[in-house]
């Protein structure tokens, strides 16, 4: 996968990510009966969807080069995975609702958007259940995702970035826990280490699902490379595969006092901007504390 997008950086820039996304005004939390296609539920099962409401508005394209969207999926994804908000699966849906308002859909459930239509009190209902004529049909489709497979997605792109981030600054401790892999230590852990590493690469690019466009441009008589991806969990990805190759962005890093993670201009950067006023309270705080003790030392002598 590095060397592809390797290539890929010696043809031309990248400059912003193609993807058809939707935000929309409002969701609602719907317990709703599983699709009639999902062989692997029960009849009578329920699932809590989050439907998104209103008409929506088209999202403008992601410019590749922010690493917002992986950064807010990564502080989502690190919440829910440490309060054990998977086995819940009403956890965190607001949350979840939150981040959707800010970043656009998310991806679509086709199996919601094929089995159900908007019912006239707004509620979904199966198709295969309206009583109207054939020319009356709906129209209006159900636009919405489980809030569990939402949590499943993003979680399992939290461990992928984990794992990254424990080979490439030697944290065998959490590579070890993100790796769900078992290292046998009877044989030499580098050749396993590398194995590790291309098995990274190809879950990655996998998951990106990333297709390529050109785009010419005539005032500087330029290409410029264009990611076309499916949604903005296949976004996230993307971002994190420029990490992995160093291509365009310039880093992350965990805050050092909120834990959360931030883009970094540098690589001395400890504190994000959330973090910077408490963080500089905190140091005047200590800077006074220590100027009164020497001038308290002081008055002794």
């Known amino acids: 996968m590095n060397d592809y997008l390797e290539g890929i950086a010696d043809l031309g820039s990248l400059a912003e990510t193609k993807t058809l996304i939707f935000k929309y005004k409002k969701y609602q939390l719907v317990h709703i009966d599983c699709s009639p296609n999902d ?43 440490e309060n054990n908000g998977l086995k819940d699966e009403l956890a965190f849906s607001d949350e979840v609702s939150e981040w959707c308002h800010k970043y656009g859909h998310p991806f679509e ?33 159900c636009h919405g995702f489980r809030v569990r497979e939402f949590k499943r997605r993003i979680l399992v792109l939290y461990d992928h970035f984990q794992l990254w981030h424990g080979l490439t600054f030697d944290d065998f401790k959490k590579v070890i826990k993100f790796s769900h892999f078992n290292f046998d230590f009877n044989k030499d852990l580098d050749e396993q ?8 690469a190809r879950r990655v690019y996998n998951q990106a699902n990333a297709r390529i466009g050109l785009q010419y441009n005539e005032k500087n008589d330029s290409y410029t490379i264009i990611p ?30 909120c834990n959360k993670l931030f883009e970094i201009n540098h690589g001395g950067t400890k504190i994000c901007d959330d973090c910077k006023p408490e963080y500089h309270k905190i140091k005047t705080q200590e800077s006074r504390m220590k100027n009164g003790t020497k001038k308290e030392k002081e008055l002794k002598h």
């Open 39 to 81: 062989m692997l539920r029960n009849p009578g099962d329920k699932e809590w969807y989050l439907v998104a409401r209103g008409i929506p508005e088209k999202y403008g394209d992601i410019e590749y080069s922010n690493p917002s969207i992986l950064i807010s999926i990564i502080n989502l994804a690190m919440k829910i995975d």
């Open 109 to 141: 459930e086709l199996s919601l958007r094929e089995d159900y239509y908007v019912g006239t009190d707004g509620n979904p209902r199966l198709i295969k259940e309206y009583t109207g004529q054939i020319e009356e049909l709906p129209k209006s489709r």
């Open 193 to 200: 280490i590398i194995k590790l590493k291309g098995y990274l």
């Open 228 to 257: 076309i991806t499916r949604d903005l969990i296949s976004v996230a990805y993307f971002q994190l595969a420029m990490l992995m190759t160093n291509k365009g962005l310039k880093g992350v890093k965990f805050c050092s006092m």
